[in-house]
DNA sequence: TCCATATATATACGTGCATATGTAAATGCT
DNA sequence: AGCATTTACATATGCACGTATATATATGGA
């Protein structure tokens, strides 16, 4: 039971997940893009959210680290943040053309770098692994939400 | 091909590492442990390393990293190092008492976290995944590997 | 209308990871 | 022996993520 730890899927999802974003990071810089940019790339430009709470819940971040990110993205001249003029809170985000103009760059390399780590799968076995990840990711979003419930911040355990 | 990319296994990995560690994470605490603690714990308990340059090797992070999480698991009392007698660069790297005590306890729950995220698969489907994975972490050092010869610091390129 | 609460964002701080670079000890070659 | 190289480690800096907390604007109920 002891060197298993380490053969865990748990593990090995932390390894594969740590090697993938050295890979993608480095192909991405040349692009001016960081891998966790990614997410808030899609979403504004597919309309899926354009405030930082709902870039932060599409991207499934906490609010902070989404707050710092866009502050880089807005520093590197990827995203405009304007004033919202019916809430004094909020903004809304846009990309600015230039990030536009390099996304589908970015998505070709993120592609690329799948292709290159699912060398010698089949598509059967690619759509496997996606499949189980999916199912596993489920599982944890069903651990994560009973903990939270049980932590004793919530005044109702008994639901 | 635009959703696409936030669907594929790179990205479902990413999703899936953030969620088990953070899940890891929220248990280990009341052990006083982090989830990058453990390769380390476990290489010292079983004697696989004992020296900083090791450990990196062993947890496959890089030689900084790898310092600054010693420094803060000896000031958290969890390992002891003494300069090596040998060695006036290198220091030795032992588990203290009270961690290798409280060791099994941080494996049961890695263990456990990795039995409710599994939950619903079946025993050949969770071998699945992990033989899945471990071909898939192959190929990214394979990438790497490669990439790395590449990146201009090698001073041959047609190896 | 006014105040309590909820919401959107900002800030502070700790951790884990990376790269780039500095320092000191060991090693090797002449 | 002496000096260049390699090795082990330390330090500086930056990004991504988390929690805890502060601030400002909306909002809702008495």
Redesign the interface.
Known sequence: ????????????????????????E?RLKPLGFG?GH??VL?AL??GKASTQRDLARFA?VEQPPMAQMLARMERDGLIRRVPDPADGRSSRITLTPAAEARLPDA?AV??R??C??????TDA??G???A??????A???R??TV?ASA?GSGPNTDD
């Open positions: 039971m002891d060197l298993d730890v380490l053969s865990t899927p748990g593990h090995l999802i932390s390894l594969a997940a740590r090697g993938f974003a050295r890979l993608s480095a891998v990614l997410p899609v430009r597919d499934k998505i993120l592609i770098g799948n290159d780590v699912l060398r010698g799968f076995e690619a496997l692994l996606a189980l990840l999916t199912r596993l990711i599982n944890l979003d651990v994560a903990e932590d």
